[in-house]
């Protein structure tokens, strides 16, 4: 079983930056697609952005031009550069992960953003 783990969150002003990194870890995992998606207290979770192994990505229409995701196969970790944040971008983060050995969906802790307006 495979273990996400984010950092990076906080308080920021509107119109700056922050940078989440999400690290896997386990004894034994093969993963595929990464992303990332986030979630407001009575809204559903939604995707912010995807990559998969191989580097094609995908965004959300709201992360689209100020969002950029990357990832490290031999570091087996995601990032989520977040540019011109405003504050409806204040969610709390979560890394996902799929782990073709198990053939599961995973999810870290999750991290807080907040975006001051």
């Known amino acids: 079983q495979v273990q996400l783990v984010e950092s990076g969150g906080g308080l920021v002003q509107a119109g700056g930056s922050l940078r989440l990194s999400c690290a896997a870890s386990?004894?034994?995992?093969?993963?595929?697609?990464m992303g990332w998606y986030r979630q407001v207290p009575g809204k559903q979770r939604e995707m912010v952005a995807r990559?998969?192994?191989?580097?094609?990505?995908n965004y959300a229409d709201s992360a689209k031009g100020r969002f950029s995701i990357s990832r490290d196969n031999a570091k087996n970790t995601v990032a989520l550069q977040m540019n011109s944040l405003k504050p409806e971008d204040t969610a709390v983060y979560f890394c996902n992960a799929v782990d073709l050995l198990v053939a599961g969906v995973f999810w870290g802790q999750g991290t807080q953003v907040t975006v001051s307006s």
């Open positions: 386990g004894s034994r995992f093969s993963i595929s697609d």
């Open positions: 990559i998969s192994r191989g580097g094609y990505t």
